[in-house]
């Protein structure tokens, strides 16, 4: 080990306290780390995982225990003083900030400690895959958390507005007004004119905290760096779509009887459209599912859904009494002559 041969590398205790000072860096990290495995994801499996390895590094150095303390001068650190320039305040600070900070600090300490002090590497390559494991269970679970609490979900049609600028200002005060979830669903439009208008969308749906789905491309959703898509009945297949986007991308899709509905929670989609309830221009083809199936859903499905089709200010009752809290919206916010009063009323009635 590189400590028994101190005389040849280092003077004095320098290498004690650079032991020292890294098996504190990575024991405090794991253990945030643990706290975030144990109380935000449920894990025991990884919770035991960073629990066992900050035992097992602390073991490995123990017989050094009062070399490592004694050689500790934190008040003449010159280290301590140094500012950090990406240091995040405690204001702006979240779980998931917390998380990547963490990581990289453990990754970092352990580096440091096998090159000083001889800790096998093996920890570090195990610190990689529970980094990537735990981060796709944190990001999967806050987009979760997301979508149960989102209601309003806003499916856009910019086919009667005479300018793109008046779309685009429909859009943002549907927003502001507190629209949960944007669809940029634009079948007449061009992929050029639809990555146009998604640049804009993204910037709004982050300015306001809204989610921001494209409708069937998956390929414009990764160039948007969407939060998902949203597929139909005769598009990409779930599966397909994730392995294309990610763990983290939120997959929904459109259903129409139970056995859509069925078929799609098993697949693993985050969420269903149900509908058209009601009929609708946007789908002239498509006969409405109706009520029943949406009380058939109501009953028989736990995922997030979303009744869709000719809903308005007129029909949101229909929908609720069904015990349906979450509805999807074209016409009824596009084209309406006051936008911030109809979402408003909207948002108070699913609410």
Known sequence: MLYNHLGSIFIGDILFRIIDANLNRSTEALRVLEEIARFKLND???????????????????????????????AHDV??????????????????????ANFK???????????????????RYKVYCIEKKMN?????????YLLNNKKLYLVTNSDNFDSDDKFLDT???????????IQLREKHKSASQIIKYGRVIRQLTLQYG?????????????????????????????????????????????????????????????????GPVFKTPTKPNREPAGLSYLNWVVKNISIPYFAIGAIDENSIDEIISCGCNRAAFVRAIMYSHNVEKTVKYLKDKLS
């Open 210 to 274: 809204a989610l921001f789905i494209v409708n069937d491309r998956v390929d414009i959703a990764q160039i948007l760096n969407a939060d998902g898509v949203h597929l139909g009945q005769d598009d990409i297949d779930i599966s397909s779509a994730r392995d294309l986007l990610g763990e983290n991308a939120i997959i929904g899709i459109s259903t129409h009887k139970p056995q859509d509905a069925i078929e799609a929670q098993r697949c693993g989609a985050d969420y269903i459209g149900v």
């Open 79 to 100: 280290g301590v003083d140094i500012e950090n320039p990406t240091k995040i305040s405690r204001e702006e600070c979240d779980i998931k900030t917390v998380f990547k």
């Open 136 to 144: 796709e269970s944190l990001f999967m679970n806050i987009k979760k």
């Open 105 to 123: 600090r453990l990754q970092q300490a352990l580096r440091v400690l096998n090159e000083y002090g001889g800790l096998s590497d093996e920890y």
């Open 44 to 74: 025991l499996d990884l919770s035991t995982q960073l629990k066992n390895m900050r035992h097992e590094i602390c073991s490995f150095f123990d017989s050094k225990y009062d070399f490592l303390l004694n050689s500790r001068d934190t």
């Open 171 to 181: 859009v943002a005060l549907a927003l502001k007004s507190g629209v949960d979830i």
